[in-house]
């Protein structure tokens, strides 16, 4: 079991995962497989890589087919987070290919998308190299498939944010304008964790020099979060905190202009268009003999 499952395994239940897309996949039953090949027929299937990247879901993929049918055997030539190039095979299974066929489309469609992510935050993180700023994720994720994307962040070299609402507070800018200001906001929140007696790091958002000098000149926050800023907005910001709070750098960075960002000593830059908007890297599941 990896750090990341044992980490947010209360807050994922895999088990139900699997079994409600099996339902939305297979219904009232597989009736390719079941109309095609004999009920105990037995086969051999290999996972190939068809293009470059990061593979990820390997684990995942374990899973599932054990839930699927636990005589299914998995040998496993690579291992989540390895760089893979096109023609590699990432494991080899075998067992009743009934339930092979039938587990086939959501081990594909849950690794494919977990090796995109896994694939673009490598690169991300590789634009970054020469610094102390390591990328992280947001809550811009698939409504359901949470876990793995954000799993799959960490696999490729990345950290994960927040996983949801309730394990960190993050004031935003509506936060603030609903609050009446960002020091009314972030009194607020600290009152809030006095009162319900919780340990929650709190991070705020600022968007121009003057919040950040408000937020240096009354403390009770972790992190301050530079949103939307220049580069050379963000070197002025990073300067004027001079290591008092974390600093992360979020908004409009893209992999043009990430290294300029990293290089202002931030500690964290995030970037919702890891999950929200990536390209799913080409595996196929064939059988052979």
Request: with cysteine.
């Amino acid at each position: 079991m990896t750090d990341f499952i044992r980490l947010h395994q209360k807050h994922f239940n895999f088990r139900q995962f699997i079994l409600n897309a099996l339902k939305e996949d297979v219904g009232d039953g597989d009736h390719t497989a079941l109309s095609t090949i004999p009920k105990d027929h037995k086969g051999w299937m290999q996972l190939k890589i068809k293009e470059d990247g990061i593979i990820a879901g390997i684990e995942a993929a374990e899973r599932i087919l054990k839930h699927v049918d636990k005589k299914i055997r998995i040998k496993k030539i690579l291992k989540d987070g390895d760089k893979v190039k096109k023609g590699d095979i990432a494991f080899i299974i075998y067992g009743n290919t009934r339930k092979l066929l039938t587990s086939e489309r959501l081990i594909l469609n849950v690794m494919q998308r977990m090796s995109g992510i896994a694939t673009k935050t490598a690169y991300l993180q590789h634009l970054c190299k020469g610094t102390k700023t390591k990328v992280i994720d947001t809550r811009k994720t698939t409504p359901g498939f949470r876990f793995f994307e954000k799993w799959a962040v960490v696999i490729g070299g990345g950290a994960n944010h927040r996983y949801g609402l309730f394990d960190m507070i993050l004031i935003k800018d509506n936060h603030i304008d609903f609050a009446g200001g960002i020091i009314e906001a972030i009194d607020e929140a600290n009152a809030y964790l006095k009162r319900k007696k919780k340990k929650l790091a709190i991070e705020v958002e600022t968007r121009n020099l003057d919040d950040v000098k408000k937020v240096l000149a009354h403390g009770k926050v972790q992190r301050i979060m530079l949103d939307n800023y220049t580069p050379e907005q963000t070197a002025q910001a990073v300067k004027l905190i001079h290591g008092k709070f974390e600093v992360e750098s979020s908004g409009g960075i893209t992999e043009k202009n990430i290294a300029d960002y990293a290089k202002c000593g931030v500690d964290f830059i995030s970037i919702g268009a890891l999950t929200h908007h990536v390209k799913s890297l080409d595996l196929s599941l064939k059988a052979f003999k």
